[in-house]
Structure formats: structure tokens, C-alpha cells
């Protein structure tokens, strides 16, 4: 298959619903230029072609979940504006543009994140007007997303990852940060697409175990091209890891002994779902291409 | 009805609830105490409450919705540490302690926020396991508390809020402010817990404009007391909006006209759900001692 194609196919869906999401009238006018200034920033859309990957994959319609995929979006977005804020990462540079705090303040910036996290959880409730989709099956995938987002996933990663700062790397710590801070995300998007589709428990325990290796490798891959990307390339100021003396893979093990554990872990992400049929061929195809992105 | 009564006896249902919340494995410590920190600070529990007194008016069984109505606090707190940033209102005190950031750091008081205002959206979906919930009642409970915490409501006020200081007061920002910033998040506690006991239509109806006259009327009371209150008594520094030109009804239209305007409200507040039974009682009650409090 065509992987480029389908990612392709997929960020346009996702983009096309989220490009009048927020309509016109909605006020505060600044408040809702900050959300759409940060969520319009050129994303690739990983997680919610993750999400509607993963509901193909057992068997649903990725139609039926477009709003709650792309939901996913606006968490990730959230993330990356109070990350980029100057008391966490203190970032200037997020995909090529100035970071929302440098555009809108910092007061701004804050309630943007607040708005869209908060957001992200009113489309998924909205999602209650699908006929498609079971209610049980919707308020287990609402559960998942807050659960990853939250303290037990990203943002406990986040905080220990500004607890971490400035201290010596041990690889308990960096683990516990990838796994919640890139991983969990990952993951929930997945596994909220296979509740989604009614999956039955052991697609979702393969699953989980796709979205668990392939979360690791693509924290991975990012750490990896922080140090040897671009920063025309990445859209953000490269080499910050090291300066701010950040627990990295590479930080701790090199950059060879680092890709050859992401290429590992992208081989058992492809051996696990093993028994998925030709709709998860998309879910396989992202693992290979995650090890050749460049951004 | 002894009202006080009821609202000892329910502030500790909800206390007993989010004591143990945060289980002592929850890591990092760090973020964990600092959330625990906001959220045993002392509040009032008025939302949960108000969330549970209307699932009892309409004839549910505030049991059953003991973890929804806490989760609510859990919002009001992210919205108060976030709120007392120093990018927002900048503020030392907090019920009578010193704010979040002034303990543990700006990075991580915006985390405990965004960790608290998550993980009430898990809380909530987490009542799935409720049998005496209805699951399309939940989705539904759950939108509302989204539609009003975020853009819809209390983030959009707030926004609003940072962007009117400074400016000359009118009343037409001042009203949105009002009833986004405090009106909605005190409405939607309400009519969530109303969902909840799967209430009819004109049932609705009634308590959310019960809802929307105490939600107002709550904020023009607030307004008085920083002006009127002590320091001691409201555990917060008074007279912060008056030093931060902060758009205030008493601003706009003095203190005696105010709190005339507060009694109408709580008159029509007790009138609009006049044909509810007895159960209704503490709801009538509650739009009283609102008018009495003193912090």
C-alpha cells in the first residue's frame, strides 16, 4: 500500500473538520485566534490517524469517528502550547513559527491550552448524536483519553520531566517520562479507536502492545532528531535537549544503540498485531515510516 | 430544613470522597501534592453540592452521584490555580494560604491545573460503572460540564476577563464576563446533576434558570465582599479587583444597587423552581444563605 497516500488521505480529513471547527462567532475573538494560531501550525495529525487506523483496523468506519479522532488533536495541541510556555521548556520556536505565548501572551496562552483540552473532551461527549457508535463503547473511550492526557499518562510525564531537568539521567526516570509523556498519548488513541469500534479483548491487548512499542520509538526517533535534525527541517530550535541537559534515549545510550532499540521496537509493534488482516496494513505501515521520518 | 446542616453533612460526603482520591503511588509526589495542596485548601464544595442538591429535586439519589459532583470541585480548583498565575491575576493568597505556584513553582501549579481539570473528565467517565446511571444521561452530564468549563463558559470569561483590565467598564462585557466566567460552571453543576436523575424537560428548563439567577447573583455577592470583606474573613487579599481595575458590578453600578440586584435574583431563583416538590427545599434554601454569606 501506499503509506504517503493514506497518511496523506487521512490528515486532509482530519484538517478539513477541524478548519471550521471553531466558528466565527465564537468569543473571546483572541482567545479563539490563539487555539486556531496553534492548531493550524502545520501538525502532521499523528494521533488521530492512529485513532482512525486503529478503529479500521478492528473493523469499524473511520467516518463514524472523525470528530472524536480529531479531538485528539486539540489535546495534542494543548500540550505542546503549556510545554512551549517559559515555565516549562521556555520554547520560542514550535513548527516554524513563533510559540503562542510569543504571539498572545502568556496569560493568553495558558487558557488557549485550558480551552482546547477541555474542548477535546466536548467533542468526544458530541459524538453521542452518532448512531454508530455504542454508548458504552463511547464513555470507555472518553475514559481512555482522559486517562492518557492526565495525570496517569502525559501530564505526570511532563511533570516529571521538569522535575528531572539538570540532574543526572538514570534509565528508570527516562523511561517513566517517555512512557507518559509521548507513549501514553499514543496509545489511548489507539486503543479509544479500537473501543470505538467494539473491539474484542485480545485486538485490543495487541493493540495496546502496538501502541506501547511504536510510542517508545517514536519519542525515540524525536530525541534523535533533536540532536542530528535540522532546525529548518523540524520547524523548532534543535539541539535544546542538550542545553537544557534533558533525559533523552540518545542522552543515555547513544545515538546507534538508540536507533537500533527504535527499529526493534518497531519490528515487535508489526509482530504483534501479526494477526490483524489487511485492514491493519496502514497500522504496520506507519511503524516502517516512523523510523524513516526526517520531522 | 436546617440548610447549614445540609451543607456540612454534604461538604463531607464530598471531602470523605476526594480525601483518598489521589492514592499515595500516584507519581511524581511532587505534582500529586500539589494538587492535593488546591484541592484541600478549604473550599466551600458549593458546585458538587448544587450538583447534587438538583439530582435530588429531581428525585436521584445523590449516592449514586457522589463521584460526578466531586469531580466539579476538582474544575473549580484547576480554575483557581490557574486563574492566580502570575500571566493572569497574579495573586499571593488563597484561602488564606499562598497560592499553588507560590509553593511549588509556576510549571508546576500549571500542571496540577491541567492534571485536575483532566482527571475530572476521568472521574466522571469512570461513573460507567454506576448501574443506577444511564450512560446516554452520563454522555450527556459530561458535555455540559465541558460546554461550560471550556470556551463556552468559564474559559471564554476568564479570557475575557484578562482582556478587559484596564479598560472602562460597560455592561455588556461585564454581563458576559459574569455569566461565562462564574454563571456557567455554577449552571452546568446543576443541570448535570439534573441529567443525572434523567429529569424531564420542564424540569431542565427550571433549574437552569434557577441556575443561571443564583450563578449571577453568587458573582455579585463575590464582588461586594472583596470590597466590603476582610482580608481574615475571605482568606484571600480584598480589594484586588478595585487595584486591578477589574470590570465588577458594584464597579459599574455602586454597592447599594448590587445587592439589591443580588436579592432580586436569589427571589427569582426560588420562584422559577416553585412547582418542585419538597426535595427542592435545600435548592431554595442554598439561593438564600447565598445573600447571608460572608466568604
Given amino acids: 500500500m501506499d503509506i504517503k497516500a493514506y497518511l496523506k488521505e487521512k490528515k486532509e480529513l482530519v484538517d478539513s473538520f477541524l478548519k471550521d471547527y471553531f466558528t466565527p462567532d465564537l468569543l473571546p475573538k483572541t482567545l479563539k485566534d490563539s487555539m486556531v494560531y496553534s492548531l493550524s501550525a502545520g501538525g502532521k495529525r499523528l494521533r488521530p490517524i492512529l485513532c482512525l487506523a486503529a478503529h479500521e483496523a478492528c473493523d469499524g468506519d473511520s467516518e463514524d469517528i472523525l470528530p472524536f479522532a480529531s479531538s485528539i488533536e486539540l489535546i495534542h495541541t494543548y500540550s505542546l ?37 477541555t474542548e477535546a473532551f466536548f467533542m468526544m461527549a458530541n459524538s453521542l448524536s452518532n448512531k454508530n457508535i455504542k454508548n458504552t463503547a463511547l464513555i470507555r473511550a472518553i475514559k481512555e483519553m482522559a486517562f492518557v492526557a492526565g495525570i496517569h499518562g502525559m501530564v505526570g510525564g511532563q511533570a516529571q520531566d521538569i522535575l528531572s531537568e539538570n540532574t543526572e539521567p538514570d534509565s528508570e526516570t527516562l523511561s517513566f517520562i517517555h512512557k507518559h509523556k509521548t507513549g501514553a498519548l499514543i496509545s489511548g488513541s489507539l486503543r479509544a479507536g ?21 510510542g517508545l520509538a ?60 489487511d485492514k491493519a496494513e496502514p497500522l504496520r505501515e506507519i511503524a516502517r515510516y516512523m523510523l524513516a521520518r526526517r520531522n
Fill in 81 to 117: 502550547i503549556h510545554d512551549d510556555l517559559p515555565a516549562m521548556d521556555n520554547d520560542d520556536l514550535r513548527r516554524g513559527k513563533p510559540t503562542n505565548h510569543k504571539v498572545y501572551g502568556e496569560g493568553m496562552a495558558i487558557l488557549a491550552g485550558d480551552g482546547l483540552l
Fill in 218 to 277: 517514536f519519542q525515540i526517533i524525536d530525541d534523535i532528531l533533536d540532536i542530528e535534525g535540522s532546525t529548518d527541517e523540524l520547524g523548532k530550535t534543535t539541539g535544546s535537549d542538550v542545553r537544557k541537559k534533558k533525559m533523552t534515549y540518545p542522552a543515555i545510550y547513544g545515538i546507534e544503540s538508540s536507533r537500533k532499540k527504535a527499529e526493534e521496537l518497531v519490528t515487535e509493534a508489526i509482530f504483534v498485531i501479526k494477526n490483524f488482516p
Fill in 194 to 214: 479500537a473501543f470505538l469500534a467494539n473491539c474484542s479483548k485480545p485486538e485490543l491487548n495487541s493493540i495496546t502492545r502496538y501502541g506501547e512499542n511504536i
